[in-house]
């Protein structure tokens, strides 16, 4: 097998600074001030005409690349290197005008019309053959400019036309299903047909879940969104597949959306395998908890490289133009937005978008040059992160450590847990296991954040984690349970929340009492679930002092565990609400209500303090700040991250560190030198400490 290229050529000795750049926005003049603002902010690289299919081919094989050899040739001069994009994300009108069959169709029947973007069918065969005819052009007109580094495929597959239901979708799907199930009656014990009569006696029978007189069979909505990701994936490999061909010394990209909040379109786990490096874009989520899900996102996306350097392809300097209220990011913020992904592993920083459109659905959004220009606090903000960047050049390639703690995450469980005609619709999957990461970062211990699936493929082990989170691992295959249990049984500390273990890999109870797959584990029963309505709590009596439960509770039975807290209001009061069962050397700890990260703090400190996790950090700054180290042959690098609006000091980092350490001197960095090794952590400040690696004789 050859050896893929990994990473943006030539960028192996800096790290990545740059933007969507959408030249053909704007006319010549523009392009100049373009490059000139772009050399002043340090810019390295740019993805560029990833909206441009009708600039490309204005008409049916019509083309014109003069302006995109201009753009290439420019920047190439410049010394910025190209992410070229495959132009294929959003199809012009022609081509939508002459075949409108390869418009998506929703649930209900609709075919949706063009006029905003991403508007194609993933699984139409037409489409497929215009756009790897572009891409094929793309690839063999670009092969050997100098200003190529990586491919860009498609844009954020997935990111508005994930589901489709129209008839192409329905006849891909049918032989998806073919080749996963076999025989019809593997499909028709595997989708639990015998209920509602709907047994299928030929495969013609078999529609995506269309809007039906009620809830669809819950197995066949989530094949379809395990159909409708590979779909996406198989579009992406077919893209990538003519990029390889001509060009199987540039390395290929498309950029995913690992985020926190509704399940992905797309597993982005599994389609990390599809490409050379991982990519991601990542945008805030407004609420009190916005910066930790950006820590989280970041730290997810590592786990789904396996650790590899990865690309931030897109975040936002500033306000996006897509929430209901968009507000400005606060000073200091974009730089420590962007050095939070740089912290978990990401070796390029790029933003969505280089220049602030005038016209067009986007033109409320923030940019690298912002409508106001270079005479601004943003573009200011941007020249010093740039620099800072320079600056932190050693720290290109390398590697997060690794945390003592895992947090798991598992899409499947995201998916059926979320689905409809469930005990309660309130359950937020996303929000659980983020509720974790809070707490640990509030007692300051940083977490891994690890998908489930790079357990079975060497990405990821369980071993030598001293504690793993399973946050409502709602669906649990016999591979997983058996990697729990045995994970227990080498002396590791689990904790799973309510809703964990219930369903198989075809969303159906595993046998007997709940918590089905991990009953035995955490030797506790399950009579009945009982989910609180909005505004409705319960209160806990615990070792660890009083708690709320809000959300979710269980009518437990403790069979074979010691009870840490009891329901001490509402009809359960009395009953089991946390519980723990030694198990070989470790132990399984069972909490069946939501506690939120408050509540979980307490339950978090017992834990660690059981699993020997201790915060490296001092108890002022606990809380307060988040550490992530990076290492490598280039030495050690702490990332100090302060999470709140306070300053913070650190009175001795080398203590922090194990060792003695340099602060890092940068403009995007807030950290000064307080005494001989104390550290002031500006507001919303980030700060990088260098400590020499020392190489073991
Ligand atoms: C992303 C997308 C970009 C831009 C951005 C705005 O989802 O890839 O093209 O639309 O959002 O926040």
């Known amino acids: 097998m050859t050896q893929r290229p990994q990473w943006p050529l030539g960028h192996h000795d800096r790290l990545g600074f740059g933007a969507d750049y959408n030249p053909e926005q704007w006319p010549r003049e523009v392009w100049d001030e373009d490059i000139r603002l772009m050399r002043e902010a340090g810019v390295t690289i740019v993805s560029v005409g990833i909206f441009s ?72 065969p037409i489409f497929r053959t215009y756009a790897l005819r572009l891409v094929e052009k793309l690839a063999t007109r670009y092969a050997t400019h100098p200003a190529l580094a990586a491919w860009h495929i498609s844009n954020e597959l997935g990111c ?208 690298m040059v912002p409508q106001a220009g270079e005479d601004s606090d943003i573009f200011r903000s941007v020249v010093a992160l740039g620099a800072t960047l320079r600056t932190l050049a050693p720290v290109v390639g390398t590697r997060r450590e690794r945390a003592r703690v895992a947090i798991l995450v598992d899409l499947d469980s995201w998916r059926a847990v979320q689905a409809d005609s469930h005990p309660s619709d309130r359950v937020r999957y996303a929000q659980e296991a983020l509720d974790w990461y809070t707490a640990l970062l509030d007692l300051g211990i940083g977490a891994d954040a690890v998908p489930v699936a790079a357990l079975f493929d060497g990405r ?114 009395g009953r089991a609400a946390v519980t723990r069962r030694a198990h070989g050397t470790g132990t399984a700890t069972y909490v069946s209500t939501r506690l939120g990260p408050a509540g979980l703090r307490p339950v978090l400190t017992e834990l660690c303090g059981r699993a020997g996790v201790v915060s490296p950090l001092p108890a002022a700054a606990r809380g307060r700040v988040e550490l992530v180290v990076r290492s490598g042959p280039s030495g050690r690098f702490l990332f100090l991250i302060n999470r709140g609006d306070e300053e913070v000091a650190i009175e001795d980092l080398a203590a922090v560190a194990g060792g003695p350490v340099e602060i890092i001197d940068a403009p995007a960095l807030a950290g000064s030198s307080d005494g001989a090794s104390g550290l002031r952590l500006g507001p919303r400040g980030v700060a990088v400490a260098r400590q020499p690696t020392t190489v073991s004789s």
């Open 460 to 573: 990821a082990t369980l071993d030598g984690y001293a504690l793993v989170v399973a946050p409502i691992l709602h669906l649990v295959d016999a591979r997983t349970r058996d990697a729990l249990i045995s994970y227990v049984d080498g002396g590791g500390h689990l904790v799973a929340t309510y809703l964990s273990g219930i369903v198989t890999e075809h969303d159906h109870f595993w046998p007997g009492d709940f918590p089905g797959a991990l009953r035995d584990l955490l030797g506790v029963r399950v009579q009945e679930f009982a989910p609180l309505r909005d505004g409705e709590s319960v209160t806990l009596e615990s070792a660890f002092g009083p708690l709320t439960g809000t959300l979710w509770t269980d009518k437990l039975d403790v069979i074979d565990a010691d009870v840490l807290a009891r329901y001490a209001s509402g009809w359960l009061a």
């Open 160 to 367: 508005h036309n994930a589901y489709d239901y129209s008839e192409d979708a329905a006849a891909a799907f049918r032989a998806w299903l073919q080749a996963r199930y076999g025989t019809l009656d593997e499909l028709n014990a595997a989708w639990g047909t015998a209920f509602w009569s709907q047994r299928y006696s030929d495969w013609s029978q078999i529609l995506p879940p269309r809007l039906a007189a009620t809830f669809p069979n819950p197995t066949q909505q989530l094949d379809f969104k395990r159909f409708s990701s590979d779909a996406l994936r198989e579009y992406l490999r077919a893209e990538r597949d003519v990029l390889r061909t001509h060009t199987p010394h540039v390395p290929v990209t498309t950029n995913f959306m690992v985020m926190l909040g509704n399940p992905w379109p797309m597993d982005y786990a599994a389609a990390a395998s599809d490409v050379d490096f991982v990519a991601n874009d990542h945008y805030l989520r407004p609420g009190p908890q916005a910066r930790d899900e950006l820590s989280f996102s970041a730290n997810l996306t590592a786990g789904i490289a396996g650790n590899r350097p990865w690309f931030l392809m897109e975040h936002s300097t500033s306000a996006v133009n897509w929430q209901p209220i968009n507000t400005p990011k606060l000073p200091g913020e974009l730089a420590r937005d962007s050095l939070t992904h740089l912290a978990h592993g990401a070796d390029a920083i790029c933003f969505f978008q280089w220049r602030q459109s005038k016209a067009g659905a986007e033109k409320y959004h923030s940019a």
């Open 53 to 124: 299919w009708a600039h490309l081919e204005p008409a049916e094989e019509q083309w014109d690349f003069a302006w995109l050899d201009e753009v290439m040739d420019r920047l190439h001069a410049a010394g910025i290197a190209v992410d070229l994009a495959t132009a294929t994300a959003s199809p012009p009108p022609w081509l939508t005008a002459k075949h409108p069959e390869i418009l998506p169709v929703n649930e209900r029947g609709e075919t949706l019309w063009p006029g905003g973007r991403q508007h194609w069918r993933p699984t139409s």
